[in-house]
Structure formats: C-alpha cells, structure tokens
C-alpha cells in the first residue's frame, strides 16, 4: 500500500521534483527624452536641483537641438512628465519664450545683485 501511494502520487521513480521557474518581468522606467514643441525633436531633456524654498525643486528644461532653455520651480511631488505636460501647454499658449526668457534673467539679475553686493 506504501508503495502504490508513493507511485501514484508522486511518481517518484527515481526522479527529482521539477523546480517551478518564475518570470520577471521587467520594469519599464519612464524616458528621460521628450518632444520639443519647438522644433518637433526627441532631445528635449528635463533634470531637477534642489531648492532654496522647502518642499520645491528647480526643474531645468533643455533641448539639444534648437537650445531651449528654462527653469521653473515645481512642487517636490511633481515628476518630468508633469513637468513636461505644463511646458507643452505654455508653448500651445505661445507663452513658452516668455515664461522661459523671464525666469533666466531673473536668475542672471539675482547672480549679479550678489556679484554687485560684494564689490
């Protein structure tokens, strides 16, 4: 009796189990590359620094391509599509030069105020 249930359920034999073998399946991050809405390339690049302010982060806009260039201070939470989605808007809006051109000299005047104070 011993040996038909081990035969019957098991179909031991002599043989080992089989090991189950589990797929991974692979985690897509998201693409650092966005569409220019200027110029239409796939070089459009969006990196974060840290912020003076608490709970921001600066996000920096570049594209290779045609040189657009933009900072915008954006919540801690937000993530580069966010960050691309309010780009593409303000560009439809035709906003785009003007958002952008604004925040770089007031940057530029910031550093030289500083340069200035020391002197």
Do not use: H, W
């Amino acid at each position: 009796m011993a040996l038909s249930f081990q035969l019957g359920v098991y179909n031991c034999m002599g043989k080992r189990r089989k090991k189950r073998i589990k797929r991974q399946r692979r985690v897509l991050k998201p693409t650092r590359y966005f569409q220019c809405p200027r110029c239409n390339s796939m070089t459009l690049t969006i990196d974060f620094k840290k912020s003076e302010r608490y709970g921001f982060k600066r996000a920096i806009i570049r594209c290779g391509t045609c040189g657009l260039y933009c900072e915008r201070e954006v919540p801690e939470a937000v993530e580069r599509v966010d960050v691309y989605n309010t780009v593409v808007d303000l560009a439809y809006e035709g906003r785009l030069e003007d958002e952008c051109r604004g925040e770089v000299e007031a940057a530029e005047q910031a550093a030289g105020e500083a340069v200035g104070g020391e002197e």
